[in-house]
């Protein structure tokens, strides 16, 4: 079945260490993107790609990085520099025009201790 | 820059209709998204609205006014199924790239 998937669902990680959030898609989508969620609150845009080898910084890039070697995949790495990295973790991904919609991963919990 | 809208909560009764509104502003308008999301679920497409109007899809409907920078989802018949967030998205093109940015999303509960 086509879709696109996130993992692991949860994850647990000490303060300090870097860790990578995996999405991957075989929708043949080439836009993809990361959403971070905080309880109660609406979705705000980490980073976005629109082709393979080039994405661009959303609204709060700061102490998070991407890739984007192959098309079906964009994964998230949230640095010892994100200041408040417990949050939900949603990757998407869209065909390229835009005025489609997108879909959503089942996301990843992400909790530091 | 951008800034959507929406209420942040609202309640209604079983079989009744509601409407949940959205006001946007933004430059590079290229269209606008409806989303529902049950609690640590995902998100899942409701509508898209890029021309003016009324879109209808069997309990929902979605409208647009691109020039007062507005929309409604309107929820007919709703069933408590129907109590979640519903997420206003607006596509933005700018410099060749399309952003999808959200709106903090409207939570309904719908009481029996």
């Known amino acids: 079945d086509g879709g696109i998937t996130q993992s692991p669902k949860y994850l647990f990680r000490k303060e300090g260490q870097n860790v990578t959030l995996s999405c991957e898609q075989n929708?043949?989508?080439?836009?993809m993107y990361w959403y971070r969620q905080d309880p109660g609150q609406g979705l705000r845009l980490i980073y976005y790609?629109?082709?393979?080898?080039?994405?661009q910084k959303g609204d709060i890039a700061e102490g998070y990085s991407v890739s984007r070697e192959k098309k079906e995949s964009f994964p998230l790495t949230v640095t010892s520099a994100q200041k408040n990295p417990t949050a939900f973790y949603l990757c998407?991904?869209?065909?390229?025009?835009?005025?489609?919609?997108?879909?959503f991963g089942q996301g990843t919990r992400l909790t530091v201790v | 820059g951008q800034n959507i809208d929406q209420p942040t909560e609202m309640t209604a009764t079983e079989g009744a209709i509601v409407q949940i509104n959205c006001t946007y502003q933004?430059?590079?308008?290229?269209?606008l998204f409806w989303y529902q999301q049950h609690a640590g679920e995902a998100p899942t497409f409701l509508s898209y609205?890029?021309?003016?109007g009324l879109e209808e899809k069997g309990r929902f409907s979605s409208f647009l006014s691109r020039s007062k920078g507005y929309s409604y989802l309107l929820l007919k018949e709703l069933q408590m199924k129907d109590s979640a967030s519903y997420l206003c998205?607006?596509?933005?093109?700018?410099?060749?790239?399309?952003?999808?940015?959200f709106g903090a999303g409207t939570r309904l509960a719908v009481h029996p």
């Open positions: 998407a991904s869209s065909a390229q025009t835009g005025d489609t919609e997108a879909f």
């Open positions: 929708l043949n989508h080439d836009a």
């Open positions: 790609s629109q082709i393979v080898n080039d994405f």
């Open positions: 933004t430059s590079g308008f290229n269209g």
């Open positions: 609205n890029v021309l003016d």
């Open positions: 998205a607006v596509a933005r093109l700018g410099g060749g790239y399309n952003k999808l940015i």
